[in-house]
């Protein structure tokens, strides 16, 4: 969950817009990626704590392939040539973990050598959602490589109960709809698990869930961040207190994944297979 500054709703739109195009202006100057200074004291966020929906199984679960006719159309499944996971690079950066394996601090994760099937509802979706969507789901699969794949889009709208054999739904609402989009939350994410071994959980599904109100700015950039940063909540990320991560739990300060960003994500391309 991405939060940003304001104390009203009414007031929130004028200050996201003009931390917006601050990001924008930092990000010409100085690259995509660097790490911004924190917003003046007056834009002070609060603090909402990440949604993450984990439900334990008995059963074992399988994942069946699916196909969608949609120009996004792929294959998914079980992944015949794993991705490489990337080099962990310990040491320069804050990470942590929505969940933990039972009785380790071994990561909750997706099956790494399982494709992760995302299909997208673009009712409400940002101008230009259809690259930003992309854009994340290539930053995070590369950083990771969880094998996730766009696969079609979609009329469902259920984001509070997905379980096993359901795809990943990343879609647009606002408060009435999601409550927890109330007040100062730009976006949401978390995945389902279950015990798909004794002592081996995975992720199965997830959703990423974008608020409609979070204003635009040339290139979008700023809205990429905060789709970013829950599709790192999608696949296990949690936030962290350091300014220099893109997983901030106040969001603001970085355009892109950081150190600490990646070395958590390489941890969790790096969990067991089922």
Do not use: K
Request: proline letters at 7%; aromatic letters at 4%; hydrophobic letters at 40%.
């Amino acid at each position: 969950m991405m939060v940003f500054s304001g104390y009203r709703r009414r007031r929130r739109a004028r200050q996201l817009a003009r931390r917006l195009v601050e990001l924008d202006q930092w990000d010409a100057q100085h690259g995509l990626g660097a790490p911004l200074p924190p917003p003046p004291t007056r834009r002070r966020t609060s603090v909402l704590p990440a949604l993450v929906i984990v439900l334990v199984l008995a059963a074992a679960v399988v994942l069946h392939p699916t196909l969608l006719p949609h120009s996004w159309r792929e294959t998914v499944g079980v992944v015949t040539d794993r991705l490489a996971v990337p080099e962990v690079v310990t040491g320069q950066g804050s990470y942590a973990f929505l969940a933990t394996q039972p009785g380790s601090e071994a990561p909750v994760g997706y099956d790494p050598c399982r494709s992760v099937e995302v299909v997208v509802n673009p009712s409400g979706a940002w101008e230009g959602h259809e690259e930003m969507v992309a854009a994340a789901v290539e930053r995070t699969r590369q950083a990771s490589g969880i094998d996730l794949r766009l696969t079609g889009t979609t009329d469902d709208r259920e984001h509070e109960r997905r379980g096993p054999g359901d795809p990943v739904l990343v879609m647009w609402a606002d408060e009435d709809e999601v409550a927890e989009l109330a007040g100062d939350v730009a976006g949401l994410g978390g995945s389902t698990a279950v015990e798909v071994q004794p002592g081996l959980r995975h992720y199965v599904t997830g959703i990423v869930v974008l608020d409609t109100d979070v204003p635009g700015t040339a290139g979008g950039r700023g809205r990429q961040a905060v789709m970013d940063h829950e599709f790192g909540h999608l696949v296990g990320l949690g936030h962290v207190d350091d300014p220099g991560e893109l997983m901030h739990h106040a969001g603001g300060h970085r355009l892109g994944y950081g150190p600490g960003d990646r070395e958590g994500l390489a941890r969790l391309g790096a969990v067991p297979c089922r």
